[in-house]
């Protein structure tokens, strides 16, 4: 996600922000991020303290299958009407993120072995959700199961919360059900987070509006997505010394990206040799999506 950005929308446009109970958004078509989804429940639903997944008899994990499969049936049964959205390729920029989170996971998996040897049920609980990472088979596995269920999903062609702003943003469905924060910044004129966190956590389901939050902190979104970049994305590495404050500071008097380079003391503030700051604003403004107005798109996502 993009570091702070939830914190900077709290202090700078809490009216963006409403919170609802699940029953409230009855008959409404959410968009969801699949893949955030099933990282969540391979992380959650666990057979015990030893940190391992729920298995069938041949040894498979099935803890993505029971995850989806009660969340679902728990939206649908508040009235809610999901939409599913599976992650396709992840861009060229996307390389160096993804190849810092296999090295994490690699470090955690050296960890958990270290713990279990040690028989340290809190080292192991922490290490065994570090090791974590959604497979194409998990995708495979949800998406057999929402077909037998009769729920709608498609593949995106990329990111799945850019193909979710779109089906957004095209009036095929209310919001975008995600935990990422990054998929305003593709432009989704409504999101919701905590919609499939466990209801052992409480959480109220988070709205956030993205007008409000344009209209609140007095920016243009071409002003909203360099205020992004410089907090931090997957895209790109960001300006080292510029925290959430410092990046909202200077957006407001300067604009954009290209206009902070030219006056921040680069002495100060590191910034990256051969910053891909542009790619990376391509990235979240035109990115690689199934058109809202695609029919067999349409057809895919149709709740009958």
């Known amino acids: 996600g993009i570091h702070g950005l939830s914190k900077v929308i709290a202090d700078q446009a809490p009216r963006a922000l409403k919170e609802y109970t699940l029953q409230q958004l009855f008959n409404r078509k959410v968009a969801i991020d699949a893949s955030t989804s099933i990282y969540q429940f391979l992380i959650a639903v666990r057979s015990d303290t030893m940190?391992?997944?729920?298995?069938?008899a041949a040894g498979e994990?099935?803890?993505h299958l029971m995850g989806m499969f009660y969340r679902t049936i728990r939206l649908v049964e508040a009235g809610l009407k999901p939409i599913y959205v599976f992650d396709g390729k992840a861009p060229m920029a996307k390389a160096r993120e993804l190849s810092k989170r296999t090295e994490k996971r690699q470090e955690a998996t050296d960890g958990l072995a270290a713990a279990r040897e040690a028989g340290n049920e809190e080292d192991?609980?922490?290490?065994s959700?570090?090791?974590?990472?959604?497979?194409?088979?998990h995708n495979e596995d949800c998406m057999k199961l929402l077909k037998l269920m009769g729920v709608p999903y498609i593949q995106a062609p990329g990111e799945a919360e850019a193909q979710c702003s779109e089906i957004v943003k095209g009036c095929l469905a209310y919001a975008v059900?995600?935990?990422?924060?990054?998929?305003?910044?593709?432009?989704?004129?409504?999101?919701?987070?905590y919609l499939t966190v466990s209801e052992a956590k409480k959480l109220p389901i988070a709205e956030y509006t993205l007008s409000k939050i344009l209209e609140d902190m007095e920016m243009t979104m071409d002003q909203f997505v360099d205020m992004c970049i410089l907090l931090g994305c997957d895209?790109?590495?960001s300006i080292r010394g510029i925290g959430p404050k410092k990046a909202?500071?200077?957006?407001?008097?300067?604009k954009s990206i290209e206009a902070i380079l030219e006056v921040i003391d680069q002495e100060?503030?590191?910034?990256?040799?051969?910053?891909?700051?542009?790619?990376?604003?391509?990235?979240?403004?035109?990115p690689n999506v199934i058109p809202a107005s695609d029919p067999e798109l349409q057809q895919a996502i149709k709740w009958d």
Not at 51 to 56: D, F, R, V, W, Y
Not at 248 to 254: A, F, N, P, Q, T
């Open 129 to 137: 959700k570090r090791t974590v990472k959604v497979t194409r088979q």
């Open 177 to 193: 059900g995600s935990e990422d924060l990054d998929t305003i910044t593709f432009g989704a004129p409504i999101m919701m987070r």
């Open 235 to 237: 895209y790109c590495d």
């Open 61 to 63: 994990t099935t803890s």
């Open 124 to 127: 192991i609980m922490k290490f």
């Open 268 to 286: 100060k503030y590191k910034v990256p040799e051969n910053w891909n700051f542009v790619e990376a604003r391509e990235l979240f403004k035109n």
């Open 248 to 254: 909202l500071e200077l957006i407001k008097e300067h």
């Open 51 to 56: 940190g391992s997944q729920l298995t069938n």
